[in-house]
């Protein structure tokens, strides 16, 4: 099945672009970056950022929130073939114009891959872009709920990203 990421969500303020491999079935059908519930983005986003608010609150606020602290989001894959939602069913992935995006968008400052194969695909794709190489790359653990052998739940994650105050 052909599946298709979302529009950025950047502005003139964004300073850290997360980029994402492409959205699970349940971002998908809930128009949504990170709509998955069980989807670890949002609570680190507002355990980082939300001065001890929950990230309970209505899709626009915790766009908001992002907004506020300079934070854009889109996807390394524009487009695929994918059954599910697991990275390692994606197949024919085409890119999102990253480096287009960021020449239009300079205050961008640093590109937060948010699991492996969002890593990956850029790399493959863009590695030795000028746009790329003239900003910080982390290479983050994804937001996943499904937990691996380094990464459990919120925790631990958590730990990892706590990085971005730093930015």
Same mark, same amino acid.
């Given at each position: 099945?052909?599946? $298709?990421?979302?529009?950025?969500?950047?502005?003139?303020?964004?300073?850290? !672009?997360?980029?994402?491999?492409?959205?699970?079935?349940?971002?998908?059908?809930?128009?949504?970056? $990170?709509?998955?519930?069980?989807?670890?983005?949002?609570?680190?986003? $507002?355990?980082?950022?939300?001065?001890?608010?929950?990230?309970?609150?209505?899709?626009?606020?915790?766009?908001? !929130?992002?907004?506020?602290?300079?934070?854009? !989001?889109?996807?390394?894959?524009?487009?695929?073939?994918?059954?599910?939602? !697991?990275?390692?069913?994606?197949? @024919?992935?085409?890119?999102?114009?990253?480096?287009?995006?960021?020449?239009?968008?300079?205050?961008?400052?640093?590109?937060?891959?948010?699991?492996?194969?969002?890593?990956?695909?850029?790399?493959?794709?863009?590695?030795?872009?000028?746009?790329?190489?003239?900003? @910080?790359?982390?290479?983050?653990?994804?937001?996943?709920?499904?937990?691996?052998?380094? $990464?459990?739940?919120?925790?631990?994650?958590?730990? =990892?990203?706590? =990085?971005?105050?730093?930015?």
């Amino acid at each position: 099945m052909n599946v $298709y990421s979302f529009p950025p969500f950047i502005g003139d303020g964004s300073r850290i !672009l997360i980029l994402g491999s492409m959205p699970g079935v349940a971002s998908l059908r809930a128009h949504q970056y $990170y709509g998955n519930a069980r989807n670890y983005l949002w609570p680190i986003l $507002y355990a980082l950022y939300g001065e001890g608010r929950k990230p309970d609150e209505s899709y626009e606020e915790k766009l908001k !929130l992002a907004s506020d602290n300079g934070i854009a !989001l889109w996807d390394v894959i524009a487009s695929c073939e994918r059954e599910g939602s !697991l990275d390692s069913d994606i197949k @024919k992935a085409v890119p999102n114009d990253i480096p287009g995006l960021l020449e239009r968008y300079p205050n961008v400052k640093t590109l937060v891959c948010n699991g492996t194969k969002s890593y990956a695909e850029m790399n493959k794709h863009f590695g030795s872009h000028p746009e790329i190489m003239q900003r @910080k790359i982390l290479r983050m653990p994804s937001t996943s709920p499904i937990p691996t052998k380094d $990464y459990r739940g919120l925790d631990d994650r958590l730990a =990892v990203w706590r =990085v971005l105050l730093d930015i």
